[in-house]
């Protein structure tokens, strides 16, 4: 009998039942390349052994499949949960990347407004400037809401825990997501200077927001690109 199981991350098992009281046979097509997380994973739970063969397939010896069964429905709805939440994140980046475009923007109006005494273009544009900030905050909200994701999916592997399943290493590499939380953190600094220097129009608050906006938000930036890309690599 063959069955096809889809396990996270992409990872596709084509399983044999041997005859007799021989373990049940897994056999991996290694064209999909594992991670090293991956493997201590697979070798951490229900896998008496995993042996290579022809240099092409990777035989894994499974002696509870109904284990397996459960883990696998837990593990590829949380990967799912995981997948959507990358998606979200990636949306919030590009919206809050145009956002701080914005907000740069109206950074340089400012400066260049100040050079010319125009005391009312700094007015209109630290305006412009608290319209993107609330833009920017209902971004944060979005982020909040990938975390809160990213929770559930954790919880799910923890809450279907056993001694045989180890330590769930593939989803706690996903706490690497910390990056995203330094980058709420970066944000939560931006608004608030921005915001003080928004409500307060004198020389010093515009400056705090100036060097604030041109040094921390490229930054804030790199810091998303990262915090995906941990995401992703897993």
């Known amino acids: 009998m063959n069955l096809f199981l889809v396990v996270g991350f992409g990872i596709v098992l084509s399983c044999t039942q041997a005859l007799g009281s021989d373990p049940l046979v897994f056999v991996l097509n290694k064209q999909t390349e594992l991670t090293e997380a991956t493997r201590a994973l697979l070798r951490n739970l229900y896998f008496a052994r995993i042996t290579t063969a022809n240099n092409t397939l990777m035989v894994l010896h499974v002696t509870q499949l109904d284990k397996l069964n459960t883990f696998t429905r837990n593990l590829n709805n949380a990967v799912e949960q995981v997948q959507r939440a990358v998606t979200l994140a990636t949306n919030t980046r590009k919206n809050t990347t145009s956002c701080l475009d914005t907000m740069k923007h109206s950074t340089d109006k400012i400066k260049k407004s100040e050079l010319l005494g125009n005391k009312k273009c700094v007015k209109n544009a630290l305006k412009l400037l608290k319209t993107h900030l609330d833009a920017l905050d209902s971004k944060i909200t979005l982020v909040n809401t990938h975390f809160a994701v990213l929770d559930r999916a954790l919880y799910m592997c923890y809450s279907t825990k056993t001694e045989e ?59 998303t690109y990262v915090a995906l890309d941990c995401t992703r690599s897993g």
Do not use: P, W, Y
């Open 165 to 223: 399943m180890g330590d769930c290493a593939m989803l706690k590499l996903l706490r690497k997501e910390n990056a995203l939380r330094n980058l709420k953190k970066d944000i939560d600094l931006v608004i608030e200077s921005a915001s003080l220097a928004a409500n307060n129009a004198s020389r010093e608050g515009r400056d705090c927001l100036a060097r604030r906006l041109t040094s921390d938000l490229s930054q804030i930036a790199n810091v």
